[in-house]
């Protein structure tokens, strides 16, 4: 069986220089005389390719075809001639790069690496996961921990209960609810069982693509009509910010026809928190271990120390400690 590669943007850029420069030495060397007339003059050296304008000159000169066709007769046997001119052609337009195993094989060995195969990702045959497709047309309540800051300056703490649609073809959609602007957000996006046991969930929002979320989730390896429940974790980036945390995912029985509605629920509200089981509430109760922000700005060690001064005042306004002698920073 024929197996292809799927090099990633920058393997194949470091596939192209580390090929350009090599070629371009020895043809130095070939042309080496002892009146030095004749020498060829390297236009591109490793060392050139630290800066970008270099790569881009390079895949200009290499999309002529005449050579591309010298450096595979020169490089290669039993390769395609227009390997060269298609890899520059691919990374100037930002496409996926695909090779076949002959082709990069040869390649490596050109640039001295034929050991390092193994780096790169083969693209597998497909396997059609029947879990997946049981999974199409199921909806889901998916419940994590929010807070938000009211009128008044109060945290007002809770779970958000979104709503998740499996859609056919892998197809994802999720509708959430943001309770500190009371705004609708979608999430649109592919879904995928790996392993049989996880499922992943890799989403945006379309209209401004401001965010990217990543939803992972175990599901073992039961029956798919039998699993009601997914516990699992989220990764999401909201311009400046990074946060994390833990999520849970409860199938609604009963597909519902038309939008379910997304909705907050105020953990301090009598009537709002008995509409949430009360294993819901428990699994979310420790906000510490449920969710995680990653702070802006902060890119040097002043500005760390100023924020973590700042932390530590409010955790003892708060009552929460005593201090941690973070105060004696300046």
């Not at 994802?172 to 500190?180: A, D, F, L, S």
């Not at 029956?223 to 833990?246: A, C, R, V, W």
Request: neutral net charge; contains cysteine; aromatic residues 12%.
């Amino acid at each position: 069986m024929l197996v292809h590669y799927l090099l990633h943007r920058w393997e194949a850029i470091e596939l192209f220089c580390k090929s350009i420069s090599k070629y371009e030495g020895d043809k130095e060397k070939e042309t080496e005389t002892e009146d030095r007339k004749d020498k060829y003059k390297p236009e591109f050296t490793l060392e050139d390719f630290k800066n970008n304008s270099a790569i881009i000159h390079a895949t200009r000169k290499y999309s002529n075809k005449k050579h591309c066709e010298e450096f595979t007769e020169k490089a290669f046997s039993n390769t395609n001639k227009q390997l060269l001119y298609n890899l520059g052609l691919w990374i100037k337009a930002g496409r996926p790069v695909i090779l076949s195993e002959t082709e990069l094989t040869d390649l490596l060995k050109y640039i001295g690496e034929k050991d390092t195969l193994d780096r790169y990702d083969n693209i597998m045959p497909v396997e059609f996961s029947t879990t997946q497709r049981a999974l199409e047309r199921t909806q889901w309540w998916l419940y994590n921990f929010d807070d938000y800051e009211d009128e008044s300056g109060n945290i007002i703490e809770g779970i958000t209960r979104a709503v998740v649609y499996l859609n056919p073809f892998a197809r994802v959609e999720i509708v959430n609810y943001k309770p500190g602007d009371k705004m609708i957000e979608v999430y649109k996006g592919k879904y995928n069982v790996e392993e049989n046991k996880y499922l992943r969930l890799e989403l945006t929002i379309r209209r401004t693509f401001g965010k990217d979320l990543t939803i992972l989730g175990y599901i073992g390896e039961n029956e798919p009509k039998e699993i009601d429940l997914i516990l699992g974790q989220y990764h999401n980036i909201d311009q400046e910010h990074i946060y994390s945390g833990t999520v849970l995912l409860q199938r609604i029985a009963t597909p519902v026809e038309g939008e379910l509605a997304p909705k907050f629920f105020n953990k301090d509200d009598p009537e709002e928190a008995k509409l949430i089981d009360a294993r819901i509430w428990a699994y979310f109760k420790n906000k510490s271990q449920n969710r995680i922000r990653v702070k802006p700005g902060i890119v040097t060690m002043d500005r760390f120390s100023v924020w973590l001064n700042k932390q530590d005042k409010k955790r003892k306004q708060r009552g929460e400690v005593k201090g941690s002698g973070l105060e004696t920073i300046e």
